[in-house]
């Protein structure tokens, strides 16, 4: 797990682990690569923080950099995840993805208004890189008779079929997320699981 959001990063706290030497200082060849990696945050996940750098960004200039270290990465773990600041207004979030073998968006609920959901999936979209999936969080557990557990609905659809009615039916002024319908995922036929 590498903490990539280096304006606001957050993942060092989660893990209580220092937030310094990381990714900054690895990218800027402050420190090599064995100094940034913080081993077994829960097992069999290593860490990388964000690093010091305050002022840095993952600017054009380190895109090979960071692409040499994902080589290397790939050598040693079967999964590496970015932790990445957010798609809209932040370059980093870009020049990361660019590098990177597929995406996934989170999306907080109630929070992300559609439009911006929409902009984010055009951006990952005009990268070139895979979205493998979208991921909604802070969604309450108990917060209307609008949310629960959906396998009573789950169903399969062929290519061309659209469902007749969706498995909810949120408010008509709900502008926090698109209808299911609505959001297409990139595609993924040449990517075998």
């Known amino acids: 797990?590498?903490?990539?959001?280096?304006?606001?990063?957050?993942?060092?706290?989660?893990?209580?682990?220092?937030?310094?030497?990381g990714l900054s200082e690895l990218l800027t060849g402050a420190h090599p690569l064995e100094a940034v990696i913080q081993p077994a945050v829960t097992p069999g996940l290593d860490f990388i923080p964000s690093g010091g750098g305050a002022n840095f960004t993952l600017?054009?200039?380190?895109?090979?950099?960071?692409r040499e270290l994902i080589t290397t990465l790939r050598g040693r773990y079967d999964k590496i995840i970015f932790d990445s600041p957010p798609i809209i207004g932040v370059s980093d979030a870009s020049v990361l993805a660019g590098a990177?073998?597929?995406?996934?968006?989170?999306?907080?609920?109630?929070?992300?208004?559609?439009?911006?959901?929409?902009?984010?999936?055009?951006?990952?979209?005009?990268?070139k890189v895979p979205m493998l999936g979208v991921v909604?969080?802070?969604?309450?557990l108990r917060s209307g008779e609008d949310y629960g557990y959906y396998t009573h609905n789950y169903a399969y659809y062929s290519e061309g079929q659209r469902p007749k009615r969706r498995a909810t039916t949120p408010g008509k002024d709900d502008k926090s997320a698109p209808p299911a319908d609505k959001l297409v995922l990139g595609e993924s036929d040449d990517r075998k699981s």
């Not at 600017?59 to 960071?66: A, G, P, Q």
């Not at 999306?107 to 999936?121: G, S, T």
């Open 136 to 140: 909604l969080n802070q969604v309450p």
């Open 1 to 21: 797990l590498i903490d990539a959001d280096l304006r606001r990063p957050a993942q060092h706290r989660l893990g209580a682990r220092p937030k310094s030497p």
């Open 59 to 66: 600017s054009m200039i380190y895109t090979n950099r960071l």
């Open 100 to 127: 990177m073998d597929g995406v996934v968006l989170l999306i907080q609920h109630r929070r992300n208004p559609a439009a911006m959901v929409l902009r984010a999936q055009q951006i990952v979209n005009g990268l």
